[in-house]
């Protein structure tokens, strides 16, 4: 029996329903709704053990995950699948550098920025750019609501996904950069 390992976050979950239509499942599938960001390491167990596994999930998630040391190993397959979504901004889900509307991005000297924990990695390598240009940058994980810091005067810029962009423009917010986007991704033992 193959371990099918659906996306259980909400928007991702329908993006990923929409897709599995599109694709050649095999009969026999037992479904599990798995945290998004839980699914590569689990698909790449399942296929450790020799069981065969099919996982979908954001194409950015699998990038977290292999950039703080996660492998797929010898029996899983990447693919992608291009995400279209007419409601998000960018098309797809995109990880951006926020700031509030109107608000200037600091040349030179220190700066305090919050990120979601669930793209670290990502949001490490993309903050070494600005460290790379003197900008002394503090680091404010926060595991939700990251807009929340920004109000709050705990950071003074953000990096989130951004898919509608309602939050943040209810926020009073604006995208100063899309630092990546992300499609979907496939996980397949062979």
């Known amino acids: 029996m193959t371990t099918v390992l659906l996306p259980k976050n909400r928007g991702l979950a329908a993006q990923a329903l929409r897709a599995l239509e599109d694709l050649v499942c095999p009969h026999g599938v037992e479904r599990r709704l798995v945290r998004g960001e839980d699914v590569p390491y689990l698909a790449r167990e399942i296929a450790r053990s020799g069981r065969p ?6 194409d950015d998630l699998v990038d977290e995950w292999l950039a703080s040391g996660g492998t797929l190993g010898e029996r899983l397959k990447r693919r992608r699948i291009s995400w279209s979504d007419p409601q998000a901004v960018f098309g797809k889900p995109a990880l951006c550098f926020i700031a509030r509307k109107g608000a200037s ?54 990096v989130d996904v951004v898919v509608s962009g309602r939050t943040i423009r209810e926020a009073g917010l604006e995208v100063r950069e899309v630092i990546s986007t992300s499609d979907l991704a496939v996980l397949e033992s062979v």
């Open 53 to 58: 596994v099919f996982g979908v999930t954001g």
């Open 105 to 158: 991005v600091v040349k030179t000297g220190r700066m305090r920025v919050a990120f979601c924990t669930r793209y670290r990695m990502l949001t490490e390598r993309y903050l070494q750019r600005w460290e790379a240009l003197g900008i002394a940058v503090e680091r404010v994980p926060i595991q939700g609501a990251v807009e929340s810091a920004l109000l709050a005067g705990v950071a003074d810029f953000i």
